[in-house]
């Protein structure tokens, strides 16, 4: 499966080209068959289902929008999602424990922005760590606020991670084995059969798919193992009426968690000792384990050729456990104090049922496409944390590990405390209108009927009580126009807003959260452009935008003790993305954000005292991120290639006093094709061996991992 070793150039914004869309590059006979398998990660006219639910391409949406398929996530080896997030415009993602989910973009971080399975909204930044990238499909991201496609959140974008499902095709069989530093390895395959003796009359069609990886670790003690299983079974009921039954699970398990590496004191710029640099403070028996399996039960049924409904009825269950001592800093005589254990059980359930009608038509006699549909779901969430005050003194040239269930407090095992229950209906609409030949406009619209119920089982007080229960209400939209400059060229201009939760999460908030106060509320504008250049040699897109987040939870500015409904931040950005056919067997791809992200309003609560952070950045928010990718095609079976990744500094605290440095990230690869299915690959990452923080708070800094080596073989029939 050699893919082409053409260079892109991505330089940017939230545009994405597409490489199906340029004009072909006169090629000799060595280096066609290459080229036509280039992937790249800016593609303008393939269908998306992230930035609206009409089908339409990247350059028919008003909106930023990129996607990575699955010949991009092979052809940069992506072993998980974040991997193949972090390559994507302005992301950046990072997966300690405690924020497993973590994602900064377009100057907001977690809850907002929504991270989907499917389409699947879970409402939980805990609940969406990363998965083995064997079992995606692709993924689709658009830029700003989003509720109105994806329910309330989405402030600063939404991400969404599509799996694999069975396919018409009759055999296919694809597998990858692959083994790098630290045991760092990797076993997966995928089948695809048409269910009958004869596959020109099949009707059903299955897909099995199924990864196993595991390693020990950079830092001491640090195991992981991960396992995915998908299957799916596609039925073609009737020339009209398709059913797809899917169901996956996902199990993650990781012994003697890294939490992070103390930073040397009395610096405003974080740094670890290097010396030290793999060490692990966590308890010896420390864990994190989860348990996901999903059912989706996908029906589509065409009415004519202009209408079509589809039913999507699904359900999701998951059990994450942690177990650990979480909080390290050194004190004066140099030695560590660890701190902060904690257990904890999440129980978390989502069912739900999805239903959606498209029609094509003609209004006031203009073309018109529209997408109609309820959606329903039912997410509870059972939450035991044991926390303790403990606190223990090691000295890091020597110490022991220690037992969690020798830790006074937490060692008396699981104590139920808290039950989230969250009913949601909903009603959406989308159209876009066909005004001229050049110009379209995009409109949507969604009202959400959220319900929570939330049932305490500790102890009772005024902020806590023992049932509390909140309604909203939020109205969200979109309202976009496209205007074609060229077959080739277009420019966009589009307003949405969103409503999300005040502070954290539905799936976890307390009445101290979201017990008196409304949804917050954003909104953006933004106008970019989508364009092919040099007779199609090269795609790029552009996107300026604004984004105000407001009426969220922060300290009152007169008592440190109250909260209130005041916070506002603003975010102001451009986007950049693009790829260049530089010669017939050079391509280069690159991507580039900039965002000045401020806190308008925010104050919090330090030594009894409510202090302003007017002005600030917010935390592990950084200003520039920026890709790099370079290959060459040397003949059709030999490829290599480079990579570049820059990210900003970014702050630790509030307060801006406390910073990690940026850093840059170089990695480098070499492929062979034995043969039309066999590929095997050479690649290392962090080639330089950069020391970097790939998120800081509190006193730590959670290094990324060292430099890497690693070979993997594919094969595909």
Not at 82 to 103: C, E, H, K, R, W
Not at 365 to 379: E, K
Request: proline letters at 4%; one cysteine or more; glycine letters at 8%.
């Amino acid at each position: 499966m050699i893919r082409n070793t053409s260079l892109v150039l991505l330089m940017g914004t939230t545009c994405t080209c597409a490489w199906a869309d340029v004009a072909p590059v006169q090629l000799d006979a060595t280096t066609i068959d290459a080229e036509q398998q280039a992937p790249s990660g800016v593609q303008l006219d393939e269908p998306i289902r992230t930035g609206s639910r009409l089908g339409l391409t990247a350059r028919q949406t008003p909106a930023s929008v990129s996607v990575s398929d699955r010949r991009v996530i092979e052809q940069r080896d992506a072993k998980d999602s974040q991997d193949v997030i972090n390559a994507m415009t302005g992301v950046n993602a990072s997966a300690n424990p405690g924020y497993g989910g973590f994602v900064a973009y377009r100057g907001f971080t977690q809850n907002q922005v929504t991270q989907l399975y499917n389409g699947i909204n879970l409402g939980y930044s805990s609940a969406t760590r990363p998965v083995d990238a064997w079992v995606l499909d692709r993924v689709e991201l658009i830029g700003g606020p989003s509720s109105f496609l994806h329910g309330a959140g989405a402030v600063g974008g939404s991400i969404n991670y599509i799996t694999k499902l069975a396919s018409r095709d009759a055999q296919t069989l694809d597998g990858r084995i692959r083994y790098g530093s630290y045991d760092d390895s990797e076993v997966a395959f995928g089948i695809n059969q048409a269910l009958a003796e004869n596959p020109a009359d099949a009707r059903h069609f299955a897909r099995l798919d199924f990864s196993h990886s595991q390693g020990n670790g950079y830092i001491d003690r640090n195991q992981r193992k991960t396992d995915s299983l998908a299957f799916s079974l596609l039925s073609d009921l009737s020339p009209n009426l398709t059913h797809t039954l899917a169901l996956e699970y996902q199990e993650d398990k990781e012994d003697s968690p890294y939490w992070g590496s103390p930073i040397l004191p009395g610096r405003s710029t974080m740094k670890i000792d290097k010396s030290r640099r793999f060490e692990n403070y966590n308890v010896a028996d420390g864990r994190y384990e989860q348990r996901v399996r999903w059912l989706r039960s996908i029906l589509d049924y065409q009415v004519s050729d202009s209408t079509s409904v589809q039913n999507t009825l699904y359900h999701y269950n998951a059990q994450r456990d942690y177990r650990n001592l979480e909080s390290y800093r050194y004190n004066s005589a140099g030695n560590v104090v660890r701190s902060s254990p904690y257990l904890q059980r999440h129980q978390q359930s989502v069912i739900g049922d999805r239903v959606e009608l498209r029609h094509d038509n003609s209004l006031f006699g203009l073309s018109s496409q529209w997408s109609l549909g309820l959606d329903w779901s039912s997410m509870h969430q059972t939450l035991y944390p044991t926390s303790g005050s403990y606190s223990d003194v090691v000295d890091p040239d020597h110490f022991a590990p220690g037992s969690f269930y020798d830790i006074p407090g937490v060692n008396r095992g699981l104590t139920k405390q808290r039950r989230n229950e969250v009913l949601n209906r909903a009603l959406f609409a989308e159209n876009r209108l066909q005004l001229t030949d050049r110009l379209a406009l995009l409109t949507a619209l969604r009202y959400d009927y959220l319900d929570m119920q939330v049932t305490n089982y500790g102890p009772v007080s005024p902020s806590s009580p023992a049932y509390f229960e909140r309604r909203w209400e939020p109205l969200s939209g979109r309202i976009g126009l496209t205007y074609e400059l060229t077959p080739t060229a277009s420019v966009y201009l589009q307003y949405s807003n969103s409503a999300d939760l005040p502070a954290g999460s539905l799936a976890s908030a307390t009445y101290s959260n979201v017990g008196l106060f409304d949804l917050s509320k954003g909104e953006q504008w933004e106008a970019g452009s989508k364009f092919d250049f040099l007779d199609g040699r090269g795609a790029a897109t552009v996107a300026v935008y604004q984004i105000v987040r407001k009426d969220f939870a922060v300290r009152d500015a007169n008592d440190p003790n109250l909260t209130v409904q005041a916070g506002q931040q603003t975010s102001r950005g451009i986007e950049l993305s693009g790829r260049l056919q530089v010669t017939p067997k050079l391509l280069a791809e690159a991507n580039y954000a900039y965002v000045d992200a401020r806190y308008d309003e925010f104050n919090e609560a330090v030594g009894g005292v409510s202090v302003s952070r007017k002005g600030n950045a917010p935390v592990n928010v950084p200003a520039n991120v920026a890709n790099l990718w370079l290959s060459y095609a040397f003949t059709q079976d030999w490829s290599a290639g480079v990579d570049a990744r820059y990210v900003d500094s970014v702050y630790a605290d509030n307060a801006n006093s406390l910073k990690a440095p940026a850093y840059t990230l170089f990695g480098a690869f070499a492929r062979y094709r034995l043969d039309q299915h066999t590929t095997l690959t050479g690649r290392v990452r962090n080639l330089t061996d950069e020391v970097y923080a790939k998120q800081a708070y509190g006193q730590q800094y959670y290094m990324g991992a060292p430099r890497t080596f690693e070979v993997a073989m594919d094969v595909k029939f």
